[in-house]
Every structure is written in structure tokens, then in C-alpha cells.
């Protein structure tokens, strides 16, 4: 099942040994301890600032770190294993772009946010913002999970952080944008851009994959594996970098009650769209996620608790009604092959986000935040900006956004259609053999006998076979 | 195998939409940020009591609330993934579940514990006390596993929560009892209450679902994942909401030594009922918490390092006995189906737990406690109660437990024999292809020529088959 | 497939009713709350040192403490799933081995630490170091997984726990070595331990267990959460008991950063090493992860973002070559048979962390370091030791370790050889069923045409069959 095309012998390790050797050579010149993590920094800062080692940023931002950390790799990672026969490539590939990811963003956000006496500062902060970054990645991931080589994959990151990088310095360094969750620096341009690199990509006989683009029993197990830790951490990723005190407190507090009305909504609306009622596991393990995306921006205003519901409840009725309805129409339409079906968990949860972001900063003002609103909204505080001014800046943002990220995503995509890159062909998509040594073969046979609820999706796990 | 009597597709909807709603408005009209949440009133908190934001109680309280949050959704979602065809039904009834109980005990909770101005305050402390209050619902669904429609858990847990919230009043506020781990108010309560809520629904005929009520093994396998996330958080359970300092630290670590002591008497046992001398994962995956729930009560008081491990030494023993020998009396004479054995791992050790609260309040004195008594027995400490009337109060209180829990179940056990429930019959129970779509058909044949040391279940993990 | 030597019912059951009872003993003997988390004596430190309880060590340990824990339980009990059959062994005899390890640890490593007032003090930091000594443990059972009954597992951790705790009083206490993240005392010392005592138990006819020495599909994915929850968390790990302040923040990156390094070339050397250049879930589960190894040592030092990711990137490449070419030749030429291929993640990246931390630390100097030397060389710091003697320190403290080791294992293992102790034979290696009630039996038969591409390994998931 292997052709010379997708043998990665020569093309992975160049492509890893390449990319981690320039980054490697960028640290050296480029990066060095803040003043949090330096020893002799800290103890100055200690001394100047009268602080003591229980002030370190560390304790204030660590834990929440960790939590977006499982979210990338533990949640983004298992979530993607739905797929019967791709496990491996889903989780493993997500490690290793993540990986790269990680350090090539600390490149890229650093340079962008601004170099001290020529130097990237880094510290729990960066490690953050380098995740965050991150998640964007592995989101068009999701877009083209399943059809494409490891070594498009690291193309893709390698592009993508960088484009991030400028769009996130655009919203929040030019524009004074908030998006403290990222409903649009992450989701609505991870999604966007992964959708344009799969319709440039597009697979016109994709169907010949067909039956192993769909998942088996205990996949969905793992994949909800996935789903529950990225919704339980989700207050803590739209947290992680909001001011510190009753911001952290706050937008933890707001996403968690929006995902929670999120998940009653998309139970009600997967068993009603169901003609017989039955749930689809695809929506609990997607949609009942876009509470936290759609909860993004405004997470950390005062949206209040009956705000986050609302919010939440509404972005799981849209992001049902997106795997029902929508993918199916992208698909035959607009030739976009969405596998997880990002946009409608990222994508328009993402621009909902954005949306209710824009209308909650427009209404900001003293009487609400207090002596918070320099927390939350600087430039309205310092008088730079009317709160009109902000939303308005807010909506602007999702623009800027949205072009960036479809443009990026087009070119990228094409980028990716160089043959050096290794892609496998439309018949043996989703497809683990193709990269990985796999102990178990299967065959594309249909099961005997078996009724397919799934239509398409061939029940195919028989366990011992001739290798295709 | 859908009939009407379990088709979904109006009854969930209809009361996922109209809980949800209800609950939106009732937090519209009642619930506000508290002062370490709320924008304004942080910032006047940090001026009138010359607080820096690093005394926001997101640092003291949320790392623990996090664990307590991972323990409700994968802890007790996954160790209840043991049932070969129901894992779905597990760990999404468990979510959806979770999901509507805690935004409800919000509400319940927030109304027992005392407006202020009129609103219910929440911050994270509310959060985690939420979260408690779900827990017990789960433990309540594990008795009845498998053998309800989701409509039937979402109105078990409007009504549990609400008398979780009395009961819970009535021992903190009113007696002026300590459970600041839920020896009580959690893990006795919720399993009493699940065990009538079962007997109330007793199905006369449900070896015609035998084959089903049992594990296979990748299933004891996920299970495994929900078992070691509780056990490795339970400290964190137990300390959440207990004074800040050295209540917390010392909660945290009595549990973790009851728990280690625990694991050690529970493998012990384990082997030692066997004829053949070999490891029941069920004991494993169970019965090895029990020290968890028996150091609920008295993990914050000075139980002594050695103290907690005799409880949980004792906590494993009574437990495996439980699901060796009990659990099929109860089944037999009382009629009790109790398809986790909630009674051997939440019940007798939560009423362990209780006793042993009673006895080492009891013995509370200013010589070991110091300053700290005020911490932990206020009452003791300001001379409104002496040590032996606090522990008696204690003794009160599992008794008003008790009282409330196995009332309110046979009630609410009634409430959800309603035919508008769309409870499954008895021979499609611990079935997922009921209110799920799944991908995989399993027919309730036997394995040719297998031998089946379970006894009464059969191994049925033929991948095709016609659906039944 | 059970015969009297395996049968665990009596002496399972003793062996851990007599270890645990021995343990009650000497708590109730010798341990007692230290300061932090006695009630009397925390109150009297807060007034005496005028602290808060917000100052209490709990909430600036704790966090970490809960990431090891989650490595001990999870981390290293699921990546050891691998092996098909012998799941249940793996992660349940992790679990109690653990619990076993943590107890036994407290008193060994307090006894060591110096006792206060005859008594040994606990509390987090004593909860972490146990949780450590209970690491190396684990990493000696991957050499002997499945080869061994759970009573020499619990004989091998308590002999190895109490050397443990020696050579760690050496190099820490008499020696002055540093080690925060355990290269030397956990890794190394736990790897060639463990390997030790498999050349002692080396099974000449371990080819009849082959076909079971192997992994499947779903449980390489089972594997992979061990995998991803240890590379996670390893920042928390090697940063668990540093100074507070810079030096765990500073810790937790280095480690980060090495590890992202060491998952590229990890992925660059799988594939490269393979003639069809397939990626090896053997290397992504394990190679990986070399990097936190090998940052141990150094990580707490001022090894610079880029030394990090050099070490790292190093790591990984020593790994794979130690997975494809070295393991094989341990076990043909020097009769160890290990499992896991321990020496190639702990042993080999051990010893190099053992090397970086000693170059890295004769290079200490306060130019580098400011006033932050007196927390990561205190020796250094009050011109006790020069930064070249505390180099040479550190060296002679890896030779102290590889010994005491080495003879260590050898020691133990003809201890393990004892009758008693219940080993399975040559021919039932592997294989749950002979400690644990199984519902599903596999029997050792070929897949039927199946190709194999791990050569002996057999492909055998037949769902029935007698029970061999």
C-alpha cells in the first residue's frame, strides 16, 4: 500500500531535521530567558520590585498553561481519532505539529510582539501564546485530517504560524482588538484558512476512501476522550492570558457556564434532527464544543452568566445545524472536504464569537467595569477609544481576520500541491498503513450481511486480512 | 430495535429546550458575579481591604475545582464505560447530565446558601460546591446504568439536585455539621437515593439484557481511565472547599494515604475471595476508591496520617466484600438492581466515612487543633457546641441523610415511571443503539464454542451482524 | 491456564495485608503533619513568621504534585498498555505497585531526610519526593513487564525503594549533587536497575510468549494517552521540588523546550531508520519523551533555551537508534530481555542528563546566575565547592548511581528467583489471564493469511476460542 510517492525515508527526516536545525540556530541567536525565568533577572526584579518568589508568574498562569497544554495534545489529539483507521496519524501527527508548531510560534509571536535589546523574551506567557497558536494549527488540521502527508503538515504549520503571528499582531497590537480566547485569532482563522487549503486540495474521487472515513465504536470512545478535555479546560484556554485577579476568574467562570448550556442544546438538537431520534455521537463530540469557541472574545468582559448561556446555547443549535445541514452542501457545492467538520464547530462559532464580542465591548463603560475596565479594555480606560470605537474595531478585526486567513489558506494550499510534499492518493485516504507500521491490516471488504447506518461507511474491521 | 416508546426525538428535545430556557431565565433574573469575579466589585475590594490581585481566590480554589471538574466528566463518565455496549450511553448520558445538574445546582445551591441583594453570587467556590452536588447525581445513575432514557436521568437530577440542596442545608447550616469531602451529602445521599430510585424501577425481567451487563476487554480498559482519574484526585475533591492553608494541604494529604491503603487491602481482597485467586477488575476498578469516600468527612480534621489509612485500609475491605457477597443479596432478596454497585463503593463506605467524621470530631480539642480549631470546628472553637455535641450532630446528620435519600428516591422513582419517560423494556437494556446512532451492530449471540467464565454473560463482539 | 505456582490467593493477598499492616505500624510510629499541614502547628508558623495562608506551601507545590501524580498513574500505567494482552497487568499492577511504592517511600525517604523530634515530618514535598522514588519503580517494571507475578513486583519495590531512598541520600545529602527531574537517582537509577534484574530473570525460552509480546491497534492508542500525559507533564515533573520562584518556571521550559525538540527528531529518526520509511508507534511512544530525561539534571540550571532543545534533539536521536539497533543486541548478546526497552528511554537519556548537568553546573558562576545561585548551587553559592568540583560532584554522583544500581538489581533479582513468589512460566508470559478473571479468552493461534509485518509477532484478536 505503499508507493514511492508516500514513502517518507527521505522526505520526513530532512523536512524535521531542516526545520528543528533553523529553529534550533534562531534560539541561539534570538531567544533568551525573561525575567521571570532568568535566575540572576529574577532575583534583581525581586530586589527592585520588592517582590517575593511566591509573586513569580509562574504560579499565576502555570496551572492554566497546563490545562491548554492537554487541551493540544490530549484533546485536540483524541478528538481527531474518530477515524477507524487513521488513530495513529491523528494523534501522533497532531503531537509532531504541535511540536514544531510550538517553537516555530515562540519565533514568530516573539519577533511580532517585539524584541528587548534585540532578543525574544519567553517565560509561561509565550509558552501560552505559543499553544494558542498552536490550536489554530491543528484546527485546519481538522479540515484536511486524513488527506495529507506529515510532511504537508509541517508545510502547513511552518506558513500558517507565521500568518497567524501577523494577523494576531494586526488585531490586538494595531487595532487594539480584545480576543483574549481567540474566537478570532484561533478559530475563526484556523478554521477559514484549513478550509481553503482543503478546497484547493480538493479530492475529486474521494469517495474510493469512502469507507474508512467514518468511525467504529470504541474510536468514538477515544474521541470523547478528546471532546471532554477540551471542554472541562476550556475556562482555563480562554483564561490563560486575561489579566490577572477577577479577569482569570471571570472568563473561566463565563466560558464554563456557556459550555454548559452549549451541551444541553446540541443533545436536544442532534436527537430533533434525527428522524428517529437518535443522537449522533459526531454532534456531543463537536458541537457540544462551541460554547467555549463562540465564548472566546467576550469571555473575559461582563458578559454576565445569563450572557454566556445564551451565547452557548445558541452555539450549539448553529453548530448542529452546520454538521446536518451545512458540510454537506460545502462539500457538494463549494468542493470544500471539511472531515471534522471545523466550520462548524470553529468557523462559525468563531465569527458568533466574534460577533458577540464586538457587541459587548461596544457596550462597555465605568459604570460596569469599575477600576476594571483598565483590565479589560486599556484603550477605553486611557480615553483613546469610545466603546462604539472598540466594537467597532472588534468587527473590523473579524474582517481583517477572515481575509487573512482565506487568502493565507489559497496560497498555502497551493504550496502544498508540490509533489516533494508526498500526499497519498484519493484511494488511500484515511488510511494509517500509509505512514505507520500497522500490526493490523484491514481491508476495504464490505461486512457481511451487515445493515450500514452510516450509508457510505463500510463496517470494516475484520481482523486478520491480505494487506491490500 | 427503536420503538415509540424510546424514540427520542420530541421528549429530549422538548426537555433539554425547556430546562435549559428555564434555567437561562431563572439566572437573568437571580445570579451575579460575586466580588471576586465581578469587575467593579473586585477592584473596590482590592482598595477597601488592600488586596492584590493575587489574592483573588481563582489561585486558592480553581487548580482543585479543575480536578473536581475532571473527576465528574472523565472520572465518573468513563469508569461507568465498563458495560460492553453502553459506553456511549456512559459517558454522554454523563455529560449531559453533569452539564444540566451543576447550571441547576447553581440555582438550588445558591438559593439555600442566601441571597444577597436579592441575587445568588458565583465564583468559583460555587462552582466547585456544584460540582459536588453533580457527583452525587452520578453516583445516583450508576445504580441505575443502563436501564434509563436520558429523559428519565434529566428528570432524576432537576429533583436530586434539588433535595441534595435541602439536605445539604440542613447538615452545614443547620446542624452545623463538617462534610467537607460529601461522606454524607454526596456519596451516602446520592447512593441511597440511586438504590430506591432502582428498586422503585425494578425490572423483573432483566436477565433478558444479561448478555449485555457485563464488560469486555478494552472496555475494562477505559473504565480503568475513570477509576485512576478519581483515585488520583480525590485529594483534590476532598480539600476543595475547605479553609484555605493548612485545611487544604492536610485534607489533600490524608486522602491520598487513605486511598494508597486503600488500593493495597482492595487487591488483597480481591485475590482472596477468588477461588482461583485471580484479580476482578471490578474490584479494582471500585472498590479501590472506597478509601476516597470513607475520608470525606474527616480528611480536614486532624484524622492523623496513620488514622486515614486504617479508614481506607478498612474502606477497601468492606468494599470488595460488597460487590463480592452483597450486591447479589441485595439483588435477590431486596430487588435492588444496582448495575455499578454504588452501595459498595459510595454507600457502606460513605456511612464509614460519616462514623468515622463523628468519632474524630468528637475527640476535637484546642491542645491539637491550636488556632486552627476555628478552621475547622468553628462552633467548637467560639464555645457554641462542645467536641462530643459536635459529633453527635455528626451522627444526626447521616441519619437525616439516610432519611431524605432513600425517601426522596422512592419518590422520585415513581415520578420517573411515567410513560412519557420512554424507559427502555427490559430486554434492550444496556443497549447504546436505543438513543444512539452507532456504527456497529452487535447481536446478542453467543461466541461459538467459548467458554464463559462470567458465567451469565455472554461474549458477543461478533462486527456484523443484522440488527435485532 | 492457571497452575499452582501462579495462583496468587494466598500469597497476594499476604504479602500485601503484611506490607500494608508493617506500613500502619511504623506510621503510627513515626509519621506525623508537618508544619504546613498541622492544624496547631501551621497557625503558630503563621504568626511567628507573620504569613497568610495564602503563603502555605500547599498552593505553590501542589499543582506540580498533581502533574507527577497523573504521570505515576496514568503516564507510565497506560504506556505500558501496549501489549495486547497484558493491558489489565500493566496498567492495575502500575496502580498497585504505586500505591505500595508511595507508602514505603515516605518512611524509607523520611527516615534518610532526618527525622524531627524521632519523628519523619510530611506533607506536599515529602508527597512529590515519594511520588519520584515510586517513578523509578515503574521505570524497572517496563524492563520486566510482563515476566513477573504482582508479589515480585511488590519484593522489587520494596528492596528497590529502600536503595532508592540510599543513593538518593548520597548524591543529594553527602555528595551535594543536584538533580531536580531525578536523571541520575529516578532514570538511570531505575533503568539499569530494572535491567539488572531482568539478565538475572532472563527467560531462555521467552520466544514460546512471542506472539503475545506485541501490540495491537487499539492498544498502541491506549498507549499513546500514557505517552502524551507523561510528555505534558514532564515540565511539572523535573520542576516539582526546585526552589520556588524562577527556578521552577525556568525548570518547567527548559524541559518543554527539550522535549518539542525531541519529538522531531524522534519523527525524523523513526522514519529514517525504517527501509520503507513507516513511522514505529514504538519510537513516538517512548523516544519521544527522551528529552524530559535528559533535562533532569540541568533543567533547574541555566542550560538556555537553545541548550535545552539541543539536549533534547540529541535525546531522541540516541532513543530510536537505542529502540532499532541496540535493544536487540542487549538481549541476544547480554541476555537482558527488556520489555519496554527501558534503556533507551531512562537508561541511555539518563546518563546523558547526568552528563549535561554535570558540564552545566562546572559552568556555573554568579555572572551567570546573580544572587539566583544560592537557590540552584548553594554550595557554590557559600564558596564551599567550586563550579568545577560541583561538576566533578555531579559525575561521580552518576558513578555512585550506575552502581549501586547495577549490584542493586543484580541482588534483587535472585531475590525474585524465590519459589514464593509465583512467576509465570516461559510460556505464559505476557498474558492477563493467569492474575485476572478475563472475559474475553484469545488463543495463540495465526491470524488466518495474515501478512505480519513485525515478523513473530501473531496476529491474534479472535474473538472466541476455548480457553487455552
Redesign the interface.
Known amino acids: 500500500m505503499?508507493d514511492t510517492a508516500t514513502?517518507?525515508?527521505?522526505?520526513?527526516?530532512?523536512?524535521?531535521?531542516i526545520?528543528?536545525i533553523i529553529?534550533?540556530i534562531l534560539?541561539?541567536v534570538l531567544?533568551?530567558?525573561d525575567k521571570?525565568?532568568?535566575?540572576?533577572?529574577?532575583?534583581?526584579e525581586?530586589?527592585s520590585e520588592n517582590k517575593s518568589?511566591?509573586?513569580?508568574?509562574?504560579?499565576?498562569r502555570?496551572?492554566s498553561f497546563?490545562?491548554v497544554?492537554?487541551m493540544i495534545?490530549?484533546g485536540f489529539?483524541?478528538l481527531m481519532?474518530f477515524l477507524q483507521r487513521y488513530?495513529?496519524g491523528s494523534?501522533?501527527f497532531n503531537?509532531?505539529i504541535s511540536?514544531?508548531a510550538?517553537?516555530w510560534a515562540t519565533l514568530m509571536q516573539g519577533f511580532l510582539h517585539g524584541l528587548h535589546d534585540g532578543k525574544i523574551d519567553?517565560?509561561?506567557e509565550s509558552?501560552i501564546n505559543a499553544d494558542f497558536c498552536t490550536g489554530s494549527v491543528l484546527i485546519s488540521f481538522g479540515a484536511v485530517l486524513g488527506k495529507t502527508s506529515?510532511v504537508q503538515l509541517l508545510f502547513m504549520a511552518l506558513f500558517e504560524v507565521t500568518l497567524f503571528a501577523v494577523n494576531e499582531f494586526i488585531l490586538l497590537s494595531v487595532l487594539d482588538a480584545k480576543d483574549a480566547g481567540g474566537s478570532m485569532t484561533i478559530h475563526t482563522f484556523g478554521a477559514y484558512f484549513g478550509l481553503m487549503v482543503a478546497r484547493v486540495l480538493y479530492r475529486p474521487n474521494l469517495d474510493k476512501s469512502k469507507q474508512r472515513n467514518?468511525?467504529?465504536?470504541?474510536s468514538?470512545?477515544?474521541a470523547?476522550?478528546g471532546t471532554?478535555?477540551l471542554?472541562?479546560?476550556w475556562p482555563?484556554f480562554n483564561s490563560a492570558i486575561t489579566?490577572?485577579?477577577?479577569?482569570?476568574?471571570?472568563t473561566?467562570?463565563n466560558t464554563?457556564?456557556s459550555?454548559?448550556?452549549c451541551?444541553?442544546?446540541t443533545?436536544?438538537?442532534s436527537?430533533?434532527t434525527?428522524?428517529?431520534?437518535?443522537?449522533?455521537?459526531v454532534h456531543?463530540q463537536n458541537a457540544?464544543l462551541a460554547g467555549g469557541v463562540a465564548a472566546g472574545t467576550a469571555g473575559e468582559m461582563?458578559l454576565?452568566?445569563?450572557g454566556s448561556?445564551?451565547v452557548g446555547?445558541l452555539a450549539g443549535i448553529i453548530s448542529v445545524l452546520g454538521f446536518k445541514y451545512l458540510t454537506p452542501i460545502l462539500e457538494e457545492k463549494l468542493k470544500i472536504q471539511d472531515t471534522c467538520g471545523v466550520h462548524n464547530l470553529h468557523g462559525m462559532p468563531g465569527v458568533l464569537g466574534a460577533i458577540v464580542g464586538a457587541v459587548t465591548a461596544s457596550l462597555a463603560s465605568r459604570e460596569?467595569?469599575?477600576?476594571?475596565?483598565e483590565?479589560?479594555f486599556p484603550e477605553i480606560a486611557k480615553g483613546h477609544l469610545s466603546a462604539s470605537t472598540q466594537g467597532f474595531r472588534q468587527a473590523i478585526s473579524l474582517g481583517v481576520t477572515l481575509g487573512i486567513a482565506l487568502l493565507g489558506g489559497i496560497v498555502v494550499g497551493f504550496i502544498l500541491k508540490l509533489p516533494v510534499c508526498g500526499a497519498p492518493s484519493d484511494a488511500i485516504c484515511f488510511e494509517d498503513n500509509i505512514?505507520?507500521?500497522?500490526?493490523?491490516?484491514i481491508a476495504a471488504q464490505p461486512?457481511?450481511?451487515?445493515?450500514?447506518?452510516?450509508g457510505d461507511?463500510m463496517?470494516n474491521?475484520?481482523?486478520?486480512?491480505?494487506?491490500g
Not at 434525527?274 to 455521537?281: P, Q, T
Request: glycine fraction near 8%; hydrophobic fraction near 45%.
Open positions: 505503499t514513502n517518507m525515508r527521505l522526505k520526513l527526516p530532512l523536512t524535521c531535521f526545520l528543528e529553529i534550533i534560539f541561539g531567544v533568551q530567558y521571570e525565568t532568568d535566575a540572576k533577572k529574577w532575583h534583581l525581586k530586589k518568589d511566591y509573586e513569580n508568574d509562574f504560579y499565576y502555570y496551572p497546563q490545562d497544554h492537554v495534545f490530549i489529539g483524541f481519532t488513530g495513529f494523534v501522533a503531537f509532531l511540536a514544531f510550538l517553537q519567553i517565560g509561561v509558552m506529515p467514518c468511525s467504529v465504536y470504541h468514538d470512545m477515544f470523547m476522550i471532554l478535555y471542554w472541562m479546560f482555563s489579566a490577572h485577579g477577577d479577569d482569570q476568574h471571570r473561566a467562570m464554563y457556564y459550555l454548559a448550556a451541551t444541553l442544546s443533545f436536544a438538537m436527537s430533533l434525527a428522524h428517529d431520534g437518535k443522537l449522533d455521537m456531543i457540544a461582563m454576565t452568566p445569563v448561556m445564551i446555547f460596569v467595569y469599575g477600576d476594571g475596565l483590565d479589560v505512514y505507520w507500521e500497522v500490526s493490523l491490516i461486512a457481511g450481511g451487515a445493515e450500514s447506518p452510516g461507511c463496517i474491521q475484520v481482523d486478520h486480512s491480505t494487506p
